[in-house]
Nanobody
Framework: QVQLVESGGGLVQPGGSLTLSCAAS????????MSWYRQAPGKQRELVAV???????NYAGSVKGRFTISRDTAKNTVSLQMNSLKPEDTAVYHC??????????????WGQGTQVTVSS
């Protein structure tokens, strides 16, 4: 009923930039928060950035000042602008959304993931 579709991953050199995008579609009543997570090989999935419905944002310490999360509430989209990329940013990036499909039903939804590789 709800789909999250990411785009924008790829290969970039250290110091470069990439923008990830995620679009939510389907039976959506409202979206409480949209986030980006990442998972590197052999590591646990970690929260990168979150944008809440009230407009507040939070970032992992490792990306603060380099990444910017932006949300378009009218279009149900979220993007992640990533600058000054480092090899340690290499991971599969997943979009996550806390979505109400009715006023009484709330669920946690994930995109399929997009690979970001930072390498020279």
């Amino acid at each position: 009923q709800v789909q999250l579709v990411e785009s924008g991953g790829g290969l970039v050199q250290p110091g470069g930039s990439l923008t990830l995008s995620c679009a939510a579609s389907g039976s959506i009543f409202s979206i409480n928060a949209m986030s980006w997570y990442r998972q590197a090989p052999g590591k646990q999935r970690e929260l990168v950035a979150v944008s809440r419905s009230g407009g507040s944002t939070n970032y992992a310490g490792s990306v603060k000042g380099r990444f910017t999360i932006s949300r378009d509430t009218a279009k149900n989209t979220v993007s992640l602008q990533m600058n000054s990329l480092k090899p340690e940013d290499t991971a599969v990036y997943h979009c996550n959304a806390d979505i109400k499909t009715t006023p009484w039903r709330r669920g946690d939804y994930w995109g399929q993931g997009t690979q970001v590789t930072v390498s020279s």
